[in-house]
Structure formats: C-alpha cells, structure tokens
C-alpha cells in the first residue's frame, strides 16, 4: 500500500526535475520553511505532536506566495512513468495537468502537514485560504487528499464549495478525490447539485459512482424539475445521478 509519504516523495521528485536552475534557492527556503531542512524527501527532524518554535509563519507565506513568480505557470507534461507511478500512489488527479507553480505550492503544503501539530496546521491552512489568491486556493484545495489527517480540514472544504469562482470551485469537486473520502452525503450532495447548475462534467467528480444514492437521485429530479419549470436547460449528464443508471449498468452483459 501507498502511503502518504511516499506520494509526496513523489511530489517532490517531479518538483526536482523540473525546477529552472535559478530557482534552486527557492527549493532552499521551501526546506526551512517546512522543516525539512535535511531535504524534502527525507525524515522528518520531528514528530508532529513536538513543538514547532522552528516555524515561521510569515516565511512561509512569502514562500508559498513567490512560487509563482520563480516557477512560472508551465504545464507539467508527466512522463509516461511519472503518470504510472502516480496512477499507482492514488494522487495522480492531483498531478496531472497542472502547472508547476502548483505542483510547487502543493509539495510545500504536503510536506509541512507532516511536521506542524494538527491545530497549528489547521490554522495555517486557513490563513493561506483566506488570504490567498485564486491559484494558492486551488494549489491548498488540490492538496488536500494528500495531507495527514485529511479529515480535520472537511468544513474548509466544504466552505470552498460555496465559491462561485468556476475555477477554486473545480479545484475541490474535479479531479479531485477529497470529497468523495470525506464529505457527509448532504454535503457531498449539494456539491454535485452545484456542479450541474456550474456546468461541470459529472464524470469530473471521482468517486461519484459509489456516492450515489437515492437522496442524491431525488435532489436531481427536483433540480430537473425547477429547471423545467423555469423552462431552462437540464445538464445532459443528469441520468449518472440516477439509480436506474447505476441498475443498469451493473446488469449489462459485457461485449
């Protein structure tokens, strides 16, 4: 089995093959600022229950800030072997297609949840998602999944899903297998509602498949019903959210 360190291990050599040559004192700061100063792929210096006195917060925000400006917005363009081996880690929706600066800004964020006490990175998440711009939101929201103890960080997420910025709102529902791990059906729910009335793809939303339900399929009728009766548009992908898609599918005889 995968584990969350050795995805970020993953990360973080992706990050190493790419970064410009003048971009290396950068890759330093990020060393200090996420206490990994031995290197990034390396053990942490501490336990995560330990005091965290070598943080600072105001470096790492300028960090975190700057990465954008030293990595520039280049698509990643994965190696056939770096897809596979993420593919494989479970993180590669998290990946693939991004830009660098977010592969950046997502490494960062991974690698100092393994170092910050769950409080104190709570509270840094929520400084980076208040005061962040829209790419630094998506980086935070696409690097959830990766995170010790994901778990702590649902009502943010939730809180993000009430943006009506197209792309911070695809950050979270697409590509994106937090929701799925961690929203409570309600929430989970009014996010693939919101999506349809977004004009997002359902089949972006992984996880949508073993997240259905009948609660789910009755929302969509009556989403579909106001719709009509507003003599609107219904998204043409409507029929995943319902269980007779899900009957049907499962009873069909393979070719």
Not at 5 to 10: G, N, T, V
Not at 136 to 151: K, N, S, W, Y
Not at 245 to 253: F, K, L, P
């Given at each position: 089995?995968?584990?969350?360190?050795?995805?970020?291990?993953?990360?973080?050599?992706?990050?190493?093959?790419?970064?410009?040559?003048?971009?290396?004192?950068?890759?330093?700061?990020?060393?200090?600022?996420?206490?990994?100063?031995?290197?990034?792929?390396?053990?942490?210096?501490?336990?995560?229950?330990?005091?965290?006195?070598?943080?600072?917060?105001?470096?790492?925000?300028?960090?975190?800030?700057?990465?954008?400006?030293?990595?520039?917005?280049?698509?990643?363009?994965?190696?056939?072997?770096?897809?596979?081996?993420?593919?494989?880690?479970?993180?590669?929706?998290?990946?693939?297609?991004?830009?660098?600066?977010?592969?950046?800004?997502?490494?960062?964020?991974?690698?100092?949840?393994?170092?910050?006490?769950?409080?104190?990175?709570?509270?840094?998440?929520?400084?980076?998602?208040?005061?962040?711009?829209?790419?630094?939101?998506?980086?935070?929201?696409?690097?959830?999944?990766?995170?010790?103890?994901?778990?702590?960080?649902v009502p943010l997420a939730v809180e993000a899903c009430r943006t009506n910025e197209l792309p911070i709102f695809e950050a979270i529902a697409c590509e994106n297998p937090y929701p799925a791990a961690y929203f409570p059906d309600l929430n989970f729910n009014?996010?693939?509602?919101?999506?349809?009335?977004?004009?997002?793809?359902?089949?972006?939303?992984?996880?949508?498949?073993?997240?259905?339900?009948?609660?789910?399929?009755?929302?969509?009728?009556?989403?579909?019903?106001?719709?009509?009766?507003?003599?609107?548009?219904?998204?043409?992908?409507?029929?995943?959210?319902?269980?007779?898609?899900?009957?049907?599918?499962?009873?069909?005889?393979?070719?």
């Open positions: 089995m995968t584990t969350m360190q050795d995805a970020s291990l993953l990360l973080f050599g992706i990050l190493s093959r790419r970064i410009p040559s003048a971009a290396r004192s950068w890759l330093e700061r990020v060393e200090r600022v996420t206490g990994t100063g031995a290197g990034l792929g390396g053990t942490p210096d501490a336990r995560k229950s330990e005091s965290s006195t070598w943080f600072d917060l105001d470096r790492f925000l300028a960090t975190f800030t700057a990465a954008v400006r030293v990595l520039g917005r280049g698509q990643l363009g994965l190696h056939p072997d770096e897809r596979d081996a993420l593919e494989a880690a479970g993180v590669a929706a998290v990946v693939d297609g991004r830009a660098l600066d977010e592969l950046g800004r997502v490494t960062m964020l991974v690698h100092v949840s393994r170092r910050l006490p769950a409080p104190e990175l709570e509270s840094l998440f929520r400084v980076c998602y208040e005061q962040g711009d829209g790419r630094e939101r998506q980086a935070l929201l696409r690097a959830l999944p990766l995170l010790t103890e994901a778990q702590s960080f009014q996010m693939v509602l919101k999506a349809m009335f977004m004009g997002v793809a359902l089949a972006r939303i992984i996880g949508l498949d073993r997240r259905r339900s009948g609660e789910l399929a009755r929302m969509a009728e009556d989403f579909a019903s106001e719709r009509r009766a507003a003599g609107r548009s219904i998204p043409a992908d409507i029929g995943l959210l319902s269980l007779d898609h899900e009957r049907e599918r499962a009873t069909r005889i393979p070719e």
